[in-house]
C-alpha cells in the first residue's frame, strides 16, 4: 500500500479542513434613518408631512418632543407671508407660520442649535418645512412652511441679516392645497385673524 508523502497530505488536510469552515460573515450594513411621518388636521383640511432625521436629526427630534407631548393640538397658524404684505422687507417670501397651543408656551424645551442647509443639504423649496427663528440657534417650537422655492432663506441667503438661512427639516407631502389657503386666509398684515386651528397633530403609523 503506498503512502502519500507527508507534504501531500498536509496539504489535503488543510484543504479539508477549509471545506468544512463557515463563510466568512458579510459586514451589516447600518439601516438608514427612516422618514418620519406626521399629519396635521387643521381647521381648512389635512397637512401631512415627511420629515428627515437623517440629515436633520436634532430639528427633527425637537419638533417631535411636540407632537408626541401634544403641543400642537390646539395650536395655530398664525402667520401669512404674502408679496403684499412685507413693505419694509427688500427680500420677499412667502411661508406660513405655525406654533403649538399658546396655553403650553410656558413648557417649551430650550432652543436648538441651528442645522445649517450648507450642512444638511436641505434647500428651501415649495412645501419646505423648516423652523422660525431670530438669532442662530434660538429655533423652539415654531416653524412654517414655504409658498414656492424660497432660495433667500438658505444659507448664504439676504433674508435674513446674518446670512445663516434657517433650519429645514422636512417637507410636504400632502395637503399643499390646504396650505395655500391658510396662506389666503384674513390677516391684519401679517397676522391671520382669525389664526387657523391645529386640531391635532400625530405621527402616521
Do not use: W
Not at 408631512?49 to 403641543?71: H, K, M, S
Not at 413648557?107 to 423649496?125: A, D, F, S, W, Y
Not at 442662530?136 to 445663516?164: H, M, W, Y
Amino acid at each position: 500500500m503506498k503512502l502519500f508523502p507527508s507534504a501531500c497530505l498536509a496539504v489535503l488536510l488543510t484543504l479539508a479542513s477549509a471545506s468544512f469552515a463557515a463563510p466568512p460573515k458579510k459586514a451589516a450594513k447600518p439601516e438608514p434613518a427612516k422618514m418620519v411621518r406626521v399629519v396635521f388636521q387643521t381647521e381648512k383640511g389635512v397637512i401631512e408631512l415627511e420629515l428627515d432625521e437623517a440629515r436633520a436629526p436634532q430639528t427633527v427630534r425637537n419638533f417631535l418632543v411636540y407632537v408626541d407631548g401634544g403641543f400642537f393640538d390646539g395650536g395655530v397658524f398664525h402667520r401669512t407671508v404674502k408679496p403684499d404684505n412685507q413693505p419694509n422687507n427688500n427680500v420677499k417670501i412667502e411661508v406660513i407660520q405655525g406654533g403649538i397651543n399658546p396655553a403650553r408656551e410656558s413648557e417649551q424645551r430650550p432652543p436648538i442649535p441651528l442645522e445649517r442647509t450648507n450642512v444638511t443639504g436641505l434647500e428651501h423649496k415649495d412645501g419646505t418645512l423648516s423652523m422660525a427663528r431670530d438669532t442662530p440657534d434660538t429655533a423652539v417650537s415654531d416653524f412654517f412652511i414655504c409658498i414656492g422655492d424660497q432660495p433667500e432663506l438658505d444659507f448664504g441667503g439676504k433674508r435674513n441679516p446674518d446670512g445663516q438661512g434657517f433650519g429645514a427639516f422636512g417637507r410636504v407631502v400632502k395637503g399643499m392645497d390646504v396650505v395655500r389657503a391658510i396662506q389666503k386666509a384674513p390677516a391684519e398684515g401679517q397676522k391671520l385673524t382669525p389664526p387657523v386651528k391645529i386640531q391635532r397633530a400625530m405621527r402616521k403609523p
